[in-house]
């Protein structure tokens, strides 16, 4: 259930004799007016590889109306299951299940986690780069049988019924008009959205972090840093021998895939049998969370530890076709660094200093919605609501409202029928303002109506 302030189809906050009328606030409610800081958080200057497409660069209204629907279960045919539900802030935006469930099942991967996606060379997304971009990537589980049900294929409606469902709800009408200038909704609106809001997911205050704005350049020791940490930091950076060439594919600072890499020998699938597509991975930012392992790693779910994954690497278990050149010797045979019991320990506590704090817990990724499923837009805070006296017959009644919208002016003498005397768009600010005769008893208000569908 959605409401819009003080009226599904209506919002307005009234100014009677100059007092407001109180905004709701508290759980599930998004302030419009003041939209969080996506588009433009600071970045450490280290911080180079960015994916964003020239064509939906992040903005505070797109990412916003993004965070909505990651967190919407109505995505889904049977309103159970949202992105978030496979892709928790808890977890980095992973999962903890070795297979996510979705409205027909379980997913044939596990969950891949999303912070910081944004900052890496490669463009194509799952585990086997079948999405050529995040913008296609973020509807293919809407319309997928088994995760949210919208495939147009066994028994399932289309997206064009999601688009009917989303249409019919005044609050989308709302967000896409602030989004995007009317209130038409389309797959390729909902893509330019989610990718936005993921792409917005960021983590850079782990101690790596810390330690790193210290150093003229990653490769010295790290002020901040334990002798383990920085032994296992270089164990990480050099390249054998001497290193175990974990930078080869795992690109420091951002930790980011190498878009050349092949698999990594891991080819089970969950459930059995072989796979030799899976050639992507996340970040390797945030491996580990507050609660500890951000779920199974590799695309199986099937290591549980830091450590079995060292193992795996260590000595690298079988050969394939597709076997990523790096973990082969000369000669063709897998990788064997020889890594002793301590070089292990070593990079286990060099990886745990890639966690950072606020991704877990910033509110501006966090769910939108109540417990209870609702969600309330603000679109005229009554704090924000002000009248100036002129001193010349008039006054002017100002409000802060959402950039690019239409409010309506009305006025009325007793507060029951109200006449609309003036449309006013709010400048770049998000200011509407408008001169009033102020002569006899006359109240005002703004309004917003919801746009039609």
Request: charged share 15%; proline share 5%; hydrophobic share 40%.
């Amino acid at each position: 259930m959605f409401t819009i302030i003080p009226s599904r189809i209506v919002a307005a906050l009234s100014i009677l004799c100059g007092v407001n009328f109180t905004a709701m606030a508290g759980d599930g409610v998004v302030d419009l007016t003041t939209l969080a800081n996506y588009a433009a958080q600071p970045l450490p200057a280290y911080i180079t590889k960015n994916n964003t497409p020239g064509g939906n660069l992040i903005t505070d209204k797109g990412a916003t109306l993004g965070r909505v629907l990651f967190y919407d279960k109505r995505l889904s045919k049977n309103d159970t299951i949202a992105c978030a539900s496979c892709h928790q802030q808890a977890h980095a935006f992973g999962d903890t299940a070795t297979a996510s469930t979705g409205v027909a099942g379980t997913t044939g991967r596990h969950g891949m986690r999303l912070s910081n996606a944004r900052f890496a060379q490669e463009v194509k997304f799952f585990w086997d780069e079948r999405a050529a971009s995040l913008e296609a990537q973020t509807t293919q589980p809407i319309q997928n049988h088994v995760e949210m049900g919208f495939s147009g294929a066994d028994g399932d409606q289309g997206f064009a019924a999601l688009v009917t469902k989303l249409t019919a709800i005044d609050e989308y009408r709302v967000l896409f008009a602030m989004t995007f200038g009317d209130a038409a909704i389309t797959e390729t609106r909902v893509q330019l959205a989610l990718a936005q809001f993921v792409r917005s997911i960021q983590s850079f205050d782990s101690r790596f972090d810390v330690g790193r704005a210290q150093v003229a350049n990653g490769n010295v020791n790290f002020p901040n840093f334990t002798p383990q940490e920085n032994a296992g930091k270089q164990l990480f950076l050099n390249a054998p021998p001497g290193g175990a060439g974990c930078q080869g594919c795992h690109r420091a600072p951002e930790f980011d895939i190498d878009p050349a890499s092949l698999n990594n020998g891991v080819i089970t699938q969950i459930g059995g049998g072989t796979d030799l597509t899976n050639t992507r991975s996340p970040s390797l930012r945030d491996l580990i969370g507050p609660s500890g392992l951000n779920g199974g790693l590799m695309h199986d779910g099937s290591f549980t530890s830091l450590a079995q994954v060292i193992d795996h690497y260590n000595l690298i278990p079988g050969n394939n076709a597709n076997l990523d050149p790096r973990l082969r010797r000369p000669g063709g045979q897998v990788q064997n660094l020889g890594l002793t019991a301590q070089q292990k320990r070593d990079l286990v506590a060099f990886l745990g200093t890639l966690t950072g704090s606020a991704v877990y817990t910033d509110p501006k990724w966090s769910d939108p919605f109540n417990a209870a499923g609702e969600l309330t837009l603000i679109v005229l805070p009554a704090e924000a609501v002000a009248i100036q006296n002129n001193g010349n017959g008039t006054a002017t009644v100002a409000c802060l409202a959402v950039p690019g919208f239409q409010y309506q002016l009305r006025s009325s003498t007793n507060l029951v029928d109200w006449t609309t005397v003036a449309t006013v768009t709010p400048d770049a600010n998000g200011v509407c303002s408008q001169d009033v005769s102020v002569s006899g008893t006359v109240f005002y208000r703004y309004a917003y109506t919801v746009p039609a569908p």
